[in-house]
């Protein structure tokens, strides 16, 4: 066997640094139990968390909980509430391992819960269930103390595979513990003090692979199984963190102080997350670098428990960290949340602080609108210039700004005193207000919306009607409530959206018009008491 130890630069500091904080989920947040050891994102975002007593799907704001027992509804009625690990598909179905009491498959958008049990209803290979895979519609990988199970949700059917090596029947104390599947299909499994698996399906046995790396039998107690970079694996030991080489089956250390390892997490920029037992959570970037987080008893952002277990990185970057005493510490995945934007008198800023529109145009400028005008926000220069628009002949630099839509160089620019078309380039612009005298003008001075639809033309939402600007003739077409069939629902016109199939929708302050461009009119849904929906 080849042995290496691969150094990286490791943090000795005193490891929190000040602007991470972690968010606390608790009991008080609705938690069902304070031991979280397996952390999932389904397909809709939500968050799962499985404690020692139940299941916890977490929705940013409230926490659902679904236990092995309830009074009042048996739905969701789970077998075992130790659960140990999660994985699901993309059609809305969690497969959830239990320590005793087999495997539970939740259809929460078909309202169904079965659970999979060794002498009851399933020939699984056995009940305590350390972790679970999802890898297609037909195959569902399983690691329990005994072995290995397929399970064929399609069929409800299991393949087993128990613990055996070359000519040996069974291998004696052998448990199995962590489950990873690589990219070609091949099953590993970490165990509990006696390394790797290897699933050799055609056989049905297993090869094992020792590590002696760190010349420590605490190495051989394998929690997790993690790909890395160039096709290798990230493992957490006992003993340490592990490079693992399926091709030539070596084993390399990490040069980092931390023993006791739980569970690892991978994010989308490359950084690793990986819990410790004892020690609190490390994080290893894309260069090497790494991070130590640890409880610090003198503040309350810190992590709240250095006994930590599970760990998941989500879509948004954000990293939750489930806890042995202290439930779940997340970080979010947004360092600066917000850049705080205002007006300052006589320095360059925008001209007021009511902000209504914004565009961005070709060369990454900012063109922001105000109650008071707009200012052009040059990021790189930081620096803002206001915009003077000519209306009734005068030139001002104060206007009222509702919105804008910036069609390639035009900058059409919705105010209280009717729409201005603005050439970005050259600054030339031209000023359309509402005429009583002329029914082609725009159907009112306070413009509340504009954009674009498939075709190119542009619309203009307004207090008293809606108005299609015509290119050929510099005029409008205008629609309003004016009570014939088909006609719009009200005139006073707060919005107008575009579908991804190019239909056009207008919200007024009674009932909401789709656009028919056959016919050139609407037809209206608005919302009745008593229904469900709209129409």
Not at 64 to 85: A, C, E, H, Q, V
Not at 271 to 285: A, C, E, H, M, Q
Not at 358 to 367: G, N, P, S, Y
Request: proline share 3%.
């Amino acid at each position: 066997m080849i042995v290496c130890v691969l150094l990286l630069p490791f943090f000795t500091g005193n490891g929190q640094i000040s602007d991470v904080k972690f968010k606390n989920i608790t009991l008080k947040d609705g938690l069902s139990q304070s031991s979280v050891y397996s952390i999932y994102q389904d397909y809709r975002g939500f968050i799962w968390f499985g404690t020692f007593d139940g299941l916890n799907r977490y929705d940013g704001r409230s926490i659902t909980r679904f236990m092995p027992y309830s009074k009042n509804d048996s739905t969701y009625n789970l077998s075992n509430g130790n659960i140990w690990g999660m994985d699901g598909d993309k059609k809305g179905k969690l497969y959830i391992a239990t320590m005793g009491g087999g495997l539970n498959v939740l259809d929460f958008d078909n309202c169904k819960l079965k659970s999979y049990i060794k002498g009851k209803n399933a020939s699984i290979i056995g009940n305590t269930i350390y972790d679970v895979a999802w890898v297609n519609d037909t195959t569902v990988w399983l690691v329990a103390e005994t072995g290995v199970s397929r399970f064929d949700p399609v069929h409800e059917r299991f393949f087993n595979y128990p613990f055996a090596i070359s000519n040996r029947p069974v291998m004696p104390g052998v448990r199995g513990h962590s489950l990873y599947i690589d990219s070609n299909g091949d099953v590993w499994v970490g165990t509990y003090g006696s390394g790797i698996l290897k699933l050799d399906r055609g056989e049905g046995r297993f090869r094992i692979f020792r590590n002696t790396a760190g010349g420590n039998r605490d190495d051989d107690f394998i929690r997790d199984i993690k790909p890395y970079r160039n096709g290798k694996m990230l493992v957490a030991s006992l003993g340490g963190l592990y490079v693992f080489d399926p091709v030539d089956h070596s084993f390399r250390k990490y040069f980092l102080k931390a023993e006791n390892l739980y569970e690892i997490s991978s994010g989308i920029k490359g950084d690793y997350w990986i819990t410790s037992r004892s020690n609190g959570v490390y994080k290893l970037d894309a260069k090497g670098n790494v991070k130590h987080f640890y409880h610090n008893y003198f503040d309350p952002n810190s992590l709240p428990d250095n006994m930590t277990v599970g760990v998941f990185c989500d879509k948004n970057e954000n990293v939750w960290v489930g806890t042995y005493n202290e439930g779940v510490a997340m970080i979010s995945g947004i360092k600066k949340p917000f850049l705080h934007i205002y007006h300052v008198p006589m320095k360059s800023s925008i001209p007021n602080n009511s902000v209504f529109a914004f565009a961005e145009d070709k060369k990454k400028r900012v063109w922001i609108g105000t109650q008071d005008g707009i200012s052009v926000w040059n990021r790189k220069t930081n620096n803002f210039e206001r915009v003077k628009l000519k209306m009734f002949g005068k030139e001002t630099a104060g206007y009222n700004v509702w919105s804008m839509y910036l069609d390639d160089d035009e900058l059409w620019i919705g105010t209280s005193k009717g729409a201005v078309r603005y050439n970005i380039v050259t600054n030339k612009q031209k000023h359309f207000y509402h005429l009583e005298s002329d029914p082609g003008s725009i159907s009112s001075g306070y413009v509340e919306n504009i954009l674009k639809d498939k075709t190119g033309n542009i619309w203009i939402a307004t207090r008293h009607g809606l108005s299609r600007y015509i290119r050929s003739t510099g005029s409008f077409k205008n629609y309003y409530a004016d009570g014939k069939p088909n006609s719009m629902s009200n005139s006073l016109v707060w919005r107008g959206y575009a579908d991804s199939s190019g239909r056009l929708w207008f919200s007024t302050i009674d009932g909401l018009n789709l656009y028919d461009p056959e016919n050139d009119n609407f037809r209206v849904y608005r919302f009745k008491e008593g229904d469900d929906g709209i129409m």
